[in-house]
């Protein structure tokens, strides 16, 4: 840990690095944006204060100095957007959540856990890190000092002498236990979160967002918000960790690419070739001092347009040149040639970044110790206006800069500021529960819904009816479905159902000489545990029903399996929503076929009966209000089918109508009454009821 100077109050790596002359030219940048803050000027035909969003600083290429620039304003509180690109992990609110990350799985890495304690996250100031290192024993790591310096017995103990008695030791002892409780809280969570989620965490609930940008600047913001994006990125990709995630984002960090146009209220700095297509009132072009082209950059393998051999319009060839000493007069000639278009590109950047001022061009910039370079910008702009502009010097009469127009009068305007909208009334008070819509139906509980709807009130005046009114004014409840509301069956039957559905579904599509051997393949799928004589017996019934011409329409080509279909219907009054899934749909020239399997239900007792008791009822549900199509028409009615293997009494069963049963009370005689969900009034017991 470097040692400060007790006279500057800072380390001295810090001080020399801020006597450089990349860091003393933002410092002069800087202050001069803070001081010209306020000018009016005039922009579009209206007069305004200049702001920070009008001033663009341009740089030849991204280095140090764009970094040392922001910290220049931000430190005399200028709004900054920092810079046009960046590479995620060179922003330092990054450095700080990856040192924070290093820490959580390395406690004993020291520097990591110096990085931390000074970041916002933490908040320790120069002197509080320098006290904490120096109330240290011998080789202990740091992490041990911070937890012995946390100790309430111990801790005031260990104070360096050179740290005050009273506020600033309580406020260092306040921080370390703090710092020590939150770090041993984050180790613990490191490993059993992922990364996204303890980085979220911290940037989140927990302030750690709000702080970075507090202190960095609103760039921080967006720096953070990628690095975020980032880990769950990663995440998702499959890096497991938090040390494989800073490991490879430290092997190969991501661009952060910014779009800085006007209106963000900030100070931009940028390239001059990203600044192409911007203006700015205020603008700023700074020179890096070096020479337009350095043989040392060159490529290596040039491009060589008058190669023997290449035909006229033709691809050029290429040269290439390693090293020096393998040169000779054709490589000099392209080097020559490669030197004069960069110093062609050189001008033409000049030209660009001084055509984006449109108030204030300022050109300033460095020069090396052996002095400038005659072709730089700073130099050639200075020769252009010597004898035209006036010599601005300061205190000591050294000559500091070349002004070209009328200086500023030092009128300042107070710079606008953006109405805050009203914060609106808005009601506070607890909103009644929400009602939510009935869950849709499938066509299978249909009927149990119309079940489960409350009873009709009665009057006073309906305990006075006789019985024959009471049962024609009483509706009787909902018949459940006859083959639906069957006991459930046995989980081999279902498994069993639904293997003769997938093969009913599937095999249509399969041509009839290939449909044999692909039922098999389904059945060793879907039902491989059952006994081989069940599968036989299952593959070939449903082979058999496929190849009933009777059911020749349902299967032919065309027909669609699996159609969903969605709807409303109306019982007592009130409308319900259900979907559901038509197994079958066939379309011929005259009707629609629409086919439901029930394989995975045994059939009623009395089936036969019961399905005739569909029909009556089928013809007098009300029709769709949407007509059918052209050339055919609806039909509805019911079909129980065993399979080819029915006895003959069932189909016998099925041609004649079924007999009126003695005690029928519900819709089991096939009276109009079904259709109109009431007793059977033909029935003598019905009537006794």
Known sequence: MPRKSPTTGRSPSTSSRRASPAHRLAGRIADQISAWLGDPITVKGERRALGPGDVMVL?????????????ALRDRHVAVAGTDRL?????????????????????????????????????????????????????????????????????????????????PATTLLAKARLAIARLDELRARAGFQGVFEFYARILGPEGGRKALVSRLGRDAGEVVDAFLDLALAKEEAGVAGLDAFLAELSDSPPILKRELGHGRGEVRILTVHASKGLEAPVVFLVDPGSAPFSASHGASLIAWEAMPGVHHGGAPGFLWCPTKELRNAAVDELKAGEKDRAEDEYRRLLYVGMTRAADRLVVCGLAPQRGPNEATWLQRVASALEGEA???????????????????????????????????DLPLSKLPAEILPPRPLSPSVAGTAAELLPEPEIGPEAHDASPDEEAEASPAPPAPSPVLSANAAPSFAIRRGLA???????????????????????????????????????????LAVMAEPAFAPIFSAGSRAEVAVAGEVELRGKSFTVNGTIDRLAVTEDRVLIVDYKTNRPPPEEPLGRAAA????????????????????????????RGPAADRRSRRAARRRPRRPKDCRRFQCGDTAFAERRPCLNCPSARAT
């Not at 740089?59 to 910290?71: I, N, P, Q, Y």
């Not at 931390?116 to 996250?121: D, E, G, H, R």
């Open 390 to 424: 006036e010599t601005v010097t300061d205190a000591a009469g050294d000559t500091v800069a070349l002004r070209l127009g009328a200086a500023p009068g030092g009128e300042k305007l107070d710079p606008e500021r953006q109405a805050v909208p009203p914060v609106p």
């Open 87 to 167: 590479a995620i992990t060179d922003h330092i609110a990054i450095e700080d959540l990856m040192a924070l990350g290093r820490v959580a799985a390395n406690f004993d890495d020291d520097l990591s856990l110096a990085s931390v304690l000074k970041s916002p996250l933490f908040g320790f100031s120069d002197d509080e890190l320098m006290a904490l290192a120096l109330s240290r024993d011998g080789s202990q790591p740091m992490s041990l000092g911070l937890r012995l310096l946390a100790d309430e017995e111990k801790g005031p103990a260990r104070l360096p002498g050179f740290v005050p008695d009273g506020a």
């Open 614 to 641: 569909l029909y009556p009822a089928a013809r007098t549900l009300p029709r769709h209000d949407r007509p059918a199509l052209p050339g055919t028409s609806r039909r509805g009615g019911a079909h129980l089918h």
């Open 500 to 542: 003769a559905h997938r093969m009913l579904e599937l095999l249509p599509d399969v041509p009839a000489d290939e449909r044999d051997a692909a039922a098999r393949l389904i059945l060793s799928a879907l039902a491989h545990d059952l006994p081989a004589k069940d599968r036989e017996q299952l593959a070939e019934s449903v």
């Open 59 to 71: 740089v030849r290429k991204r280095s140090g100095f764009g970094a040392a620039l922001a910290a």
